[in-house]
């Protein structure tokens, strides 16, 4: 088990995959993390030697991943609705924002368009 | 309380009474009610309710017999276990596996090993000769077999001496004899036998005491999935690959050991992690390098020890199989993210400069490569670099037939061009009709091949086979088995 920004990965779990697994942080932002410390795109966490390791958990730390970016996202729907738009209202009520229907399903919106949004 | 107790005490003892209630609240009359197995039943629903293994059945008076309708049958039999999955690794262990022998193949009684000289001489031109055992060996440590191939069927690896192979041989060992540097590329159709050309001339270098450098898939090298890492102090930056390298230096290790004992070095290596003072042997050089860090600078001094000039050095054989994959740009990202040219990989500059010539053997040698049809990218420049070699080759100079670059194409790669501007090209076509019959003999007598092999027989396999393309042959004859 091999740490990386505070959390536990498998030695067998792909580089590319543990650094996909931190909200906003995807394909594109991986990949060059990775080219950026000399890393195949199919080397296991594994095989990274500990100076990488280290490196790769300072280089992540100065990125906006998980709590900042959700904390961003959280403020520009507030933002919305603070300021009274219809976007921003659809958010309140856990509605589709862009015009769909809501005869039917609306399970992502109901899931994700809140306030306080999670995810 | 006690109203249905006492009407319970009438009932027939059974056990579907629920009883955890007068347990409690009357134990008085819980013996009668607690009977829960009959000596005996007469009835079938009584034994049925006596069954403990019956779970929950008992309360319905009528059990149907006979066949029941089963609903979401595929959902109730999915908790089956399947057994051991295999363990990481073991999948394509099995899948890359080679065998050479066959014991249930009939032992060909004429067949004869191998010798220094034998794949050199016009007189063995269709024959099937076989592999001695030691060559075997160090063929499989370089990895010169491959899975696709058919050495599973036999008794005993062998080989079938063409024509080509016996002038690919002659061009060696004359370029040996002049101390100079065979470069060629071993190009043809698919399953024409081209990387069964370069496991010939490495079967060919072993037997006569050459040190041989085997890379066995070109393709390992450039798509991205071996480690890779900056050489410092190099402009541009040049990449090496230390894993691999590891790997590439243990094979070169247990396929060359008696020859590397045999050969020392003429100059010290402090810069090594273990200090390495002239006059060792390079057996000793090779066996430096133990963990993937220390890979590339020992494979580097290797480098430059067999390539040293005026030094008692064995004739060198340097061979790729899978060419155009080092001839694009690779898979790997540079730190500005960047793709990298395979010829900024250190393993590959290496040997695509050998391959344009810029590096001299002092005993000679030869610098081999074979392209692949199966799983090749697009490389155009390479293409159009061999089919001008070629047209050069056998047009005599004639620079009317030789084909030139599209104008209006901008995918040449000047880089590949340079290195293939003056190498030689084998081309391999199909085989004669006297080269298919005495492999076919052969397959017939190792009981492969159920048929008589007449002249019918042996033209129409090679008619089959696209005039005699040896792969095609196999095909139509061998694994396509009608006992």
Same mark, same amino acid.
């Given at each position: 088990m091999v740490f990386i920004f505070g959390v536990n990965f498998h030695e067998q779990k792909l580089v590319k995959k543990a650094l996909e697994s931190f909200y906003a942080l995807g394909p594109q932002t991986s990949a060059r993390i990775l080219a950026k410390y000399c890393i195949h795109p199919r080397a296991k966490i594994g095989t990274l030697p500990p100076k990488t390791l280290t490196a790769l958990t300072a280089e992540l730390s100065t990125m906006t991943i998980e709590g900042d970016a959700r904390r961003i996202i959280q403020e520009n729907i507030k933002r919305l609705r603070d300021m009274g738009t219809y976007r921003g209202r659809r958010h309140a009520m856990g509605l589709?924002?862009?015009?769909?229907?809501?005869?039917?399903?609306?399970e992502t919106a109901r899931k994700l368009n809140r306030i306080e949004r999670r995810g | 309380m006690s109203a249905p107790n006492c009407l319970r005490g009438?009932? !027939?003892?059974?056990?579907?009474?629920?009883?955890s209630a007068p347990r409690t609240a009357?134990?008085?009359v819980a013996p009668i009610a607690l009977v829960r197995s009959a000596p005996f039943s007469t009835t079938a629903i009584n034994a049925r309710r006596q069954d403990?293994?019956?779970?929950?059945?008992?309360?319905?008076?009528h059990v149907r017999q006979g066949k029941k309708l089963k609903l979401g049958k595929f959902k109730k039999n999915a908790v089956e276990s399947k057994g051991k999955p295999p363990l990481p690794g073991e999948r394509k262990a099995y899948r890359k596996r080679i065998t050479l022998s066959n014991d249930n193949a009939i032992p060909v009684p004429w067949l004869k090993d191998l010798d220094a000289d034998d794949l050199a001489s016009a007189k063995n031109i269709a024959r099937v000769l076989a592999l001695p055992e030691e060559v075997q060996d160090q063929l499989r440590a370089s990895e010169a077999f491959k899975p696709t191939q058919c050495w599973g069927m036999f008794r005993k690896p062998s080989l079938l001496v063409r024509k080509e192979s016996v002038d690919l041989m002659n061009r060696m060992q004359a370029s040996v004899d002049r101390k100079q540097t065979l470069r060629l590329v071993v190009t043809g159709d698919k399953v024409t036998g081209k990387s069964m050309m370069l496991l010939q001339a490495m079967a060919h270098a072993f037997l006569n005491n050459w040190i041989v450098i085997h890379v066995p898939e070109g393709q390992e090298l450039t798509t991205a999935c071996t480690e890779y890492a900056p050489i410092p102090n190099t402009e541009p930056v040049q990449y090496m690959q230390p894993v691999y390298v590891l790997k590439l230096l243990q094979a070169i290790k247990r396929a060359n050991e008696k020859i590397l004992a045999k050969t020392y070095t003429v100059s010290g290596h402090p810069e090594l992690p273990q200090n390495i003072t002239p006059n060792t042997p390079l057996l000793a050089l090779c066996n430096a390098a133990k963990e993937p860090d220390s890979a590339w600078p020992v494979f580097q001094a290797l480098w430059n020890e067999l390539t040293a000039q005026g030094a008692n050095r064995p004739p060198i054989l340097l061979s790729l199989d899978g060419l155009a994959h080092v001839m694009r740009v690779s898979d790997y990202r540079s730190p500005a993210f960047e793709l990298i040219h395979s010829h900024d990989l250190a393993l590959v500059r290496l040997f695509t400069d050998a391959l344009g010539g810029a590096v001299h053997f002092s005993a000679g040698g030869a610098v081999l490569a074979a392209t692949s049809r199966n799983n090749a990218p697009r490389s155009p420049s390479m293409e159009l670099s061999l089919a001008q070699r070629e047209a050069e080759q056998t047009a005599g100079k004639e620079a009317a037939e030789v084909p030139q670059k599209d104008?209006?194409? !901008?995918?040449?790669d000047d880089r590949v061009e340079a290195v293939l501007r003056s190498v030689q090209v084998l081309r391999l076509g199909g085989v004669s009709k006297l080269e298919a019959r005495a492999l076919m003999e052969y397959w017939a007598a190792s009981g492969m091949l159920r048929a008589t092999v007449d002249e019918k027989t042996v033209t129409e396999k090679w008619t089959l086979a696209g005039s005699g393309v040896l792969g095609e042959m196999e095909r139509a004859a061998l694994l396509t088995m009608r006992i």
């Open positions: 589709p924002v862009r015009g769909q229907r809501t005869k039917n399903q609306t | 009438l009932v !027939r003892p059974s056990a579907t009474i629920p009883i009357a134990p008085r403990p293994n019956q779970q929950g059945g008992g309360g319905k008076g104008p209006f194409f !901008r995918g040449y």
